[in-house]
């Protein structure tokens, strides 16, 4: 098969994150495909998008093997002919005390030789606005928005500018949104100030789609763009002006008929109003409990037997925070994740063996396990279901799967079933 060149080459920092960056791209009709990490030789051959998003899972890693990892996902893509590079992380700037965002932005900006790149992680759509460097969630600052007690990245300091500048070697700036509101033009200009200044990376304010899509505009010939899903909202509007993209429908995915289920290992708030929607409308439904997993209860094989009915049913561990708490402090935050996931993952095997072809998860953690476990390497996307959230197929499978990778935050709260009749009305 004669594969098209991509233009734009994403690295992304986890897994769901990167299923959102590729749902922006989509939309904006790049066709779009998301590996699972750096893509074996043999997958590397018939790829054919417009923009490949490699999803890794750095964004906790050490700065070091961060930096390696996105360094080969690089090189990747650089070898497929990519013509622009983006650097994806959350759109709550989530990094660890030691941070690895700067470290990774620095590593890219000198393997692509280019001295200066933009960060901005607004997210307009899911209530992420930057004003001044300050990140808000909704109306709350990044430090009152829940974030600052996050188990793995607690976000305390509400200043990006602070935040990457603590996290960078050289020296980090701010473009401002009086700035970005004038238009691309005088970004521009700023840009151009800025370098001068000797700064290297700066925080982008936006608090709106209209100033991302100005800031893509601005940096349509940048060699390496830096933020959230939000501001790749610009960038492929950059390829069609230059007669780049193909007139195609880029969410057009084939219809996949056959059984289908809801699997649901996420922990977040969005995700237990998800459940507790299901549950209220009378969806069928079985609870994975934790504690039964670590006494070697055959919990795994309870779930198969109960998915074996013709109605899509939701397996989920999903409980409120106290019910985690709780359960976390018997077997340990890591054990019961993993039971979790590893359980999760083995029912979503059998049951693929079995016959189903439709996967609905939900969690970032329990998506990659969920796709691991059913050797899925590549994935193709497809239509938007909620913000942050569209419909994929796995690629390279004889008989492909249609797979819904929901991130914690995201959805509505009838979610679930709105993911399945999304999927039922998928056209050929
Ligand atoms: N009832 C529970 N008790 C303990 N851990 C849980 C429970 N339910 C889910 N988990 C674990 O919490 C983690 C949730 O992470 P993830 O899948 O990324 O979703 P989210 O970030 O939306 O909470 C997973 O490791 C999952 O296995
Ligand atoms: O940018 C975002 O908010 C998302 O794309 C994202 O990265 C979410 O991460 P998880 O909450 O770990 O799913």
Redesign the pocket.
Known sequence: MKTHRPLLGCIAD????AT??ANILVRGGMRTVQTIGVPSEALSTWLDADAIVIALKS?TAPAEEAVRESLSALRWLQERGCQQFFF?????F?STASGNIGPVAEALQEALQTDFAIAC?A?PA?G?TVYQGHLFVHDRLLNRSGMESHPLTPMREPNLVNVLQAQSRTKVGLIAQPDVAQGAATVVERIATLRQQGVRLAIADAISDKDLVTLGEACADAPLVTG??GVAQGLPANFRRAGQLRDLDAALLPRIAGPAVVLSGSA?TATNKQVAAWLRTGGRALRIDPLALARGEPVVAAALDFTRSAEPTLVYATSSADEVRQVQSELGVAHAGALIEDALGQIAAAMRIRGTRRFVVA??ETSGAVVQALGVNALRIGRQIDP?VPETQSLGDAEPLAIVLK???FGSEDFFDKALRHLEGSTA
């Open positions: 986890d897994f769901t994150g959102d960056l964004r994806k992380y959350c759109s709550t989530d992680p997210f899911a992420r959230g899903s977040s969690g970032g942050g991130s914690g935050n």
